[in-house]
C-alpha cells in the first residue's frame, strides 16, 4: 500500500463502520498483500508466476486477490513459483 494510501485508511480506520467492514475483510486483505509481497520480492510478474505454477495469469490475479481466499493448497503451489515456503501460524485476535 502505498504511503499515501496507507494515510488515508488510517484516517478512515476511525469510522465505525469503515473499520467494521475492513476488520470482516482483514484475513483476504493479510493473504493478498502477503503473495504480493513476495511476488515483488522475487522479481516476477503475474504471468511468470503462472507459467511456474502451470497456469493462466488471470488464475494468479485471482489468487493475489484474496477474494475468495485460494486454497491452502494453491497457496503451497504460489509460494514455490517464487521460491519460498509458507510458514504458518495463528495469532490471537483483537477483540
Partial sequence: MGKRLQ???KKLLSDP????AYMKLEDEFTVAKALIQ?????NL?????AERMGTTQSVVARIESGKPLPSLKSVI???A???????????????
Fill in 17 to 20: 463502520e469503515y473499520r467494521k
Fill in 77 to 79: 503451489r504460489y509460494a
Fill in 7 to 9: 494515510d488515508k485508511h
Fill in 45 to 49: 510478474t503475474q504471468k511468470q508466476i
Fill in 81 to 95: 513459483a517464487v521460491n519460498s515456503r509458507i510458514d504458518l501460524k495463528l495469532v490471537q485476535a483483537n477483540k
Fill in 38 to 42: 513476495a511476488r515483488t520480492k522475487a
